[in-house]
């Protein structure tokens, strides 16, 4: 009877082993889809919670007011200079000179930075650090590169075939009606080829961004770690007022 | 009773239940599940939702909101994963002043269970990245980046392998290639990897050492380029196994998910979500005892 029953028992568990093997479900059906965190659903109160003393501590530092602006600063009011890419420059130059100068003994020359780089607008009226975080947002820093007069050519180049308007401070460039140059003076000096450059300009840049080839010329580099947004929050909150113009930095002459 | 005889008789009585229960339930009768797995990309520091007057996005995205209608969905289905293809940081002040601090305690909230890494993850150095780990409960899987000199060396997985319901998912996380895109000085000694041959390795482990059921590759390459610079749809056509492709870095919105052909000629995913934690990507896999995949081929829907 024991024996039997032994046997029954093996019988079942191979007869079990065999039927169920085949019984791991396999994949036979995908569907995708992308669904929207639309502005109907409601938030989740904890979620809510534990931001919330996050989000009022930025606002507090962000929204408090160190300047004001009488107009609008913009990234197209200009063709070849624009007010929010002159404000860029100068602040970088004004600010980021004399740190440059204190570490090397040399003076900066001039700025060049990209027109992408400015991310927003600043409205009429209050400034704040938030408008710094808004017009760069990115974690780009001021380095200063060493120049020869080739490679000066060579950005001159880039900036009349790219035909947008850089940000610049420190150079002039005047271009005739048939894109070639009419003038270029640095610091108020005309230019001169043989002559070493220091331009301050966004680590983005001399790293290869917006393909600014000519910045593999460089002979010298450094690194200021000065955040282009600081910058703008320092110059803001030295300036209370901010009001630049388009002027006659980068110009084509219409004759 | 002798001893013996009642052991031999409890086990035949419990193979008799035995057999009873899986003629009914597990033999017979044809055994489904349903895999959920949800996925953000390039969220970058985006917690609060936008204000209802942004020209693009009003009142779109959000963390809090985005936690609501995740849970839902773990509600309907318990057998959910959670997924994020990289850039988590960078790009509100969020991240400016706290360092990635809250975005990651925020998706150890909404029980995230990996991310991979993107160029982003990378501002504020390698290091920068490590001193916010601790603040993580969700695993970094990267399997091209070499970590090796590094203070990240060790802290990140290239795969995991999730038994959800009995079924067997494998991850695997692949980066972009950092050199022209992020300061050397923020990415130091790390290496990347062809994410080509690494793909092909990893997925084999998981196909044929791990026994893997579902196969989904967390990918920062980006969607597609028209160089040779390796990208998702590339990948896909280059994979065997890999079942999906979560993308990431192109902020690519797509209309509804990519269907292409892998090496094999048969049908994969690669779905990317855009940005800013604008949408989320779900995608249900269905598993059936009693079809024969080799015969049907696995249907997409999308």
Redesign the interface.
Same mark, same amino acid.
């Given at each position: 009877m /024991?024996l039997k029953?032994?046997q /029954?028992?093996i019988i $079942? %568990?191979i %007869? @079990?082993f065999f039927? @169920?093997k =085949? !019984?791991?479900?396999?994949? %036979? !059906? /995908?569907? *995708?889809? =992308? /669904?929207?965190?639309?502005?109907t659903? $409601?938030?989740?109160?904890? $979620? !809510?919670a534990?931001?919330a003393p996050? +989000?009022n501590?930025?606002n507090e530092?962000?929204d408090s007011t160190i300047a004001y602006a009488p107009k609008d600063i913009t990234k197209n009011d200009g063709i070849l200079n624009t007010t929010a890419g002159n404000l860029m420059a100068d602040a970088v130059l004004e600010l980021a000179g004399p740190i440059f100068k204190s570490r090397t003994g040399s003076s900066l020359d001039f700025v060049l930075l990209n027109h992408g780089g400015i991310r927003s607008i600043i409205s009429a009226g209050n400034v704040s650090a +938030?408008t710094a975080?808004e017009i760069m947002?990115? !974690?780009n820093t001021i380095v200063v590169v060493g120049l020869k007069g080739d490679a000066i050519l060579e950005m001159v180049d880039y900036l009349i075939k790219a035909k947008r308007p850089h940000p610049l401070a420190g150079i002039q460039i005047i271009l005739n009606k048939d894109d070639t140059i009419n003038t270029i003076k640095i610091q108020g000096e005309d230019f001169d080829e043989n002559k070493t450059y220091y331009v301050g300009t966004s680590?983005y840049l001399v790293? *290869?961004g917006d393909r600014m080839d000519f910045f593999k010329k460089k002979l010298t580099f450094t690194e200021t770690d000065y955040l282009i +947004?600081n910058i703008m929050i320092d110059y803001f909150t030295k300036k209370n007022t901010i009001a630049p113009i388009t002027d006659d930095r980068f110009i084509k002459l219409d004759y | 009773m002798d001893r013996r005889k009642f052991i031999t008789n409890t086990t035949a009585t419990s193979a008799f239940i035995g057999l009873g229960g899986l003629t009914l339930n597990s033999c017979g009768v044809d055994t489904k599940k349903k895999i959920t797995i949800l996925h953000t990309n390039d969220v970058h520091s985006h917690i609060d939702s936008f204000p209802s007057t942004h020209s693009e996005f009003p009142g779109l995205g959000g963390l809090a909101k985005r936690a609501t209608l995740v849970n839902n969905i773990r509600r309907e289905n318990p057998n959910t994963l959670l997924f994020d293809a990289g850039d988590i940081f960078q790009g509100t002040p969020y991240f400016n002043f706290y360092g990635g601090e809250l975005e990651f305690k925020l998706m150890s909230m909404l029980k995230y269970d990996a991310a991979t890494i993107g160029n982003h993850d990378f501002d504020n150095g390698i290091d920068g990245l490590f001193a916010q780990l601790p603040h993580a409960k969700f695993k970094l899987l990267s399997a091209n980046y070499d970590f090796t000199n590094t203070t990240m060396q060790g802290f990140t997985k290239p795969y995991d392998i999730y038994t959800v319901d009995g079924i067997k998912i494998g991850v695997y996380g692949l980066g972009i290639e950092l050199d022209g895109l992020v300061t050397k000085r923020l990415f130091k000694e790390t290496t990347y990897l062809n994410p080509y041959e690494i793909a092909s390795d990893t997925e084999r482990i998981l196909k044929e050492e791990e026994a893997c059921d579902i196969i989904i590759c967390l990918s920062h390459l980006g969607y597609q380029y028209d160089t040779d610079k390796p990208d998702d749809l590339k990948l896909a056509a280059k994979t065997k196994y890999t079942n999906l492709i979560i993308g990431g870095h192109t902020h690519t919105f797509l209309d509804k998910p990519t269907v292409v052909k892998n090496s094999l000629q048969e049908d994969i995913l690669v779905n990317q979500v855009g940005c800013f934690g604008i949408n989320l990507g779900r995608i249900d896999f269905y598993l059936d005892s009693h079809k024969n995949m080799a015969v049907d081929g696995i249907s997409i829907t999308v």
């Open positions: /024991i029953i032994k /029954i028992v $079942i %568990t %007869t @079990c039927s @169920c =085949q !019984e791991k479900p396999v994949l %036979t !059906e /995908i569907s *995708g889809k =992308q /669904i929207a965190v639309s502005d659903l $409601i938030a989740t109160d904890s $979620i !809510e534990f931001v996050y +989000r501590r930025i530092i962000l +938030r975080y947002p990115f !974690e680590n790293n *290869g +947004r | -």
